[in-house]
T-cell receptor, first 112, second 111 residues
Framework: NAGVTQTPKFQVLKTGQSMTLQCAQDMNHEYMSWYRQDPGMGLRLIHYSVGAGITDQGEVPNGYNVSRSTTEDFPLRLLSAAPSQTSVYFC???????????FGPGTRLLVL | DAKTTQPTSMDCAEGRAANLPCNHSTISGNEYVYWYRQIHSQGPQYIIHGLKNNETNEMASLIITEDRKSSTLILPHATLRDTAVYYCIVRVSSSYDKVIFGPGTSLSVIP
């Protein structure tokens, strides 16, 4: 099992550009989520999904869109990047609400 | 939803036990206590979790007080590789969106 994979590892964007952060898991987990982590802070939940076709907002959803067309993939879209979105983004998956979360290695995003 | 408070930082001598405290005084009956750690900007790694009883696995032990208002993560023989930020979180069993990661405790294991 590869676990949770994220691409790209690093990305530099200009303000106003769009991009998609990819996340995939091969553990057949129903639950997937996206977090962002700013320097010296904990993780904040952006969006999450409890299954294919079902998504919901977390703590800081503004500026981000998600979709879940398959169990394996959960991409995060930035439609118009802003410097405030400079952060490290982590994707996670879990089998159930009380099961452990498995995190990907992260994507480091810099918006100029 | 319960939130947690942890010390900002701690030091521990290599080979000694590291005891990391966590307060969760407003925890509800259906909330689990989870511990994760994050080594140098890698993705967080699960350590252990529990509801009421003490738990032990190959990585650590979790001691939860009888009133469940606090817990302690114990790394029995800390090594330099245990230097990391440790997060104590509580999770509502039926609500996935309520996971809150605070700033955690930065543990430094000293040679």
């Amino acid at each position: 099992n590869a676990g949770v994979t994220q691409t790209p590892k690093f990305q530099v964007l200009k303000t106003g550009q769009s991009m998609t952060l990819q996340c995939a898991q091969d553990m057949n987990h129903e639950y997937m989520s996206w977090y962002r982590q700013d320097p010296g802070m904990g993780l904040r939940l952006i969006h999450y999904s409890v299954g294919a076709g079902i998504t919901d907002q977390g703590e800081v959803p503004n500026g981000y869109n998600v979709s879940r067309s398959t169990t394996e993939d959960f991409p995060l879209r930035l439609l118009s990047a802003a410097p405030s979105q400079t952060s490290v983004y982590f994707c996670a998956s879990t089998k159930g609400t009380t099961e452990t979360q498995y995190f990907g290695p992260g994507t480091r995003l810099l918006v100029l | 939803d319960a939130k947690t408070t942890q010390p900002t930082s701690m030091d521990c001598a290599e080979g000694r036990a590291a005891n990391l405290p966590c307060n969760h005084s407003t925890i509800s009956g259906n909330e689990y206590v989870y511990w994760y750690r994050q080594i140098h900007s890698q993705g967080p790694q699960y350590i252990i979790h529990g509801l009421k009883n003490n738990e032990t696995n190959e990585m650590a032990s979790l001691i939860i007080t009888e009133d469940r208002k606090s817990s302690t993560l114990i790394l029995p023989h800390a090594t330099l590789r245990d230097t990391a930020v440790y997060y104590c979180i509580v999770r509502v069993s039926s609500s996935y969106d309520k996971v809150i990661f605070g700033p955690g405790t930065s543990l430094s294991v000293i040679p």
